[in-house]
């Protein structure tokens, strides 16, 4: 009875498949030469019976074109994104070299109209190329060296103010001492008509931003946001050169004298371009000439001892 139910069941299976088969067969040539021939009024009802099985085909086409199409479309979107991501870097560089250029334009333009101003001095342009280390507040190299015309001890400025002096050139290239260097002296002078007191202008090793001026007696008419220019004492640095302003006053050490903390016209932490002065049409500053003296009374003006005592010693 078992083989028998076995049989059947085994049979049933059988006539399932090939019913599944013929249906196959029948939907594989149906669509295949769909649209090609004219069904006939009883292939109708075949066409009914098969519509599901069409709308699923369909919909199963539909989907795989969904799927692809948005595949297709995610990767366009990627390629696109990364080419637009190229084009943003370009742009950006191309930016920053024309913000570059504009701002070198624009130093370049303020350099030449000081250099159509102060007629009266030869000027070589350089670039600063370097600062050394150890004396990176100190010292910079420029561009510019003896085939430039470029010599020891010739005055180096911006159109803002002083900037130093060359201390050793060399072929293409020079070094400056920067005024704020403590090893660096300038004669200056208060520019203020009422004042005219002289001084000396060097770094402080303790604040090496903001340069001194040194040796005011502590009577003289110098006072907060005086304009400090070189004095043109010394030779090396033309007269009326601005080197700063007076930021703050203090007392010396000894308490005779004060010292002046100045703010320098010169921005050293920005310094990218410079002028060397390599000859000057300036005349010189008269020398200083000792006050006329009393009668009777005259003093050395070396040793400061009366020279009618001296005398006197001399006959004993």
Not at 188 to 198: C, H, L
Request: one cysteine or more.
């Amino acid at each position: 009875m078992s083989n028998r139910v076995r049989r059947d069941k085994e049979d049933g299976r059988k006539g399932w498949a090939m019913v599944f088969v013929v249906v196959s067969l029948f939907c594989i040539i149906f669509f295949a030469a769909r649209g090609r021939f004219q069904a006939p009024v009883s292939s109708q009802a075949v066409s009914l019976v098969l519509s599901p099985f069409q709308q699923a085909t369909d919909w199963v086409a539909n989907e795989i074109r969904y799927v692809t199409s948005v595949v297709w479309e995610v990767s366009t979107l990627y390629e696109q994104n990364k080419m637009l991501r190229n084009e943003v870097e370009q742009l950006r560089g191309i930016n920053l070299q024309a913000n570059e250029a504009l701002a070198e334009n624009e130093r370049l333009r303020t350099m030449m109209g000081y250099q159509h101003s102060a007629r009266q001095f030869d000027l070589v342009a350089a670039r600063v190329i370097g600062r050394e280390s150890e004396t990176w507040s100190s010292m910079i190299v420029i561009d510019r060296g003896t085939l430039n015309g470029i010599q020891n001890d010739m005055p180096v400025v911006t159109p803002q103010g002083l900037v130093g002096r060359v201390v050793e050139a060399g072929p293409n290239s020079s070094k400056v001492q920067l005024i704020l260097d403590p090893r660096s002296s300038v004669g200056t002078i208060v520019q203020r008509a009422e004042s005219r007191v002289t001084g000396i202008v060097q770094g402080d090793m303790d604040n090496p931003t903001m340069p001194q001026m040194v040796n005011i007696p502590k009577n003289a008419d110098v006072v907060e946001g005086d304009v400090i220019v070189t004095s043109g004492f010394g030779g090396i640095y033309p007269k009326g050169i601005i080197v700063g302003l007076v930021s703050s006053l203090k007392n010396d050490d000894g308490g005779l004298l004060k010292i002046g903390v100045l703010e320098s016209a010169v921005d050293f932490q920005k310094l990218e371009d410079v002028m060397v002065i390599t000859a000057s049409r300036e005349a010189p500053p008269e020398p200083i000439k000792p006050p006329v003296q009393t009668p009777g009374t005259e003093t050395d003006p070396v040793t400061g001892e009366r020279i009618a005592d001296q005398k006197a010693e001399g006959q004993k």
